[in-house]
């Protein structure tokens, strides 16, 4: 099965100097996932940042899945990104200088049929 769910945030490209790529699995809901492999998702005003210690990524806009019943996601809830602890820590370090800001730029879905994130 050939995945060619590629949702790019081609506004960051202009607005920001990208300078490190980093790929994050999203801590996604059953209808989240669905709705993304359908492409119903738009990254335009969405940005990371810590909660906790953990990354986490808001304004990211996942549709309805259109199949759904009566169970549906919130359409711009706040969504944990996974990574290793030593990325979290270079991330957290980064993104607390003065000039730099954690961006998404892409959703992907890899072979194994996981969403992922760029960042």
Request: positive net charge; aromatic residues 10%; charged residues 30%.
């Amino acid at each position: 099965m050939k995945n060619d769910i590629n949702i790019k945030n081609k506004r960051a490209y202009f607005d920001y100097n990208i300078i490190d790529k980093y790929v994050a699995g999203i801590a996604l809901l059953g209808t989240e996932i669905k709705a993304i492999r359908q492409g119903k998702a738009n990254m335009t005003d969405a940005f990371c940042m810590f909660i906790g210690g953990n990354l986490y990524v808001r304004n990211l806009h996942i549709s309805e899945y259109s199949h759904s019943s009566f169970y549906h996601h919130d359409i711009k809830r706040d969504r944990a990104l996974l990574l290793q602890k030593k990325e979290i820590k270079k991330l957290k370090a980064k993104g607390e200088e003065k000039g730099y800001t954690i961006v998404p730029l892409r959703i992907f879905v890899n072979e194994r049929g996981f969403a992922k994130m760029e960042l």
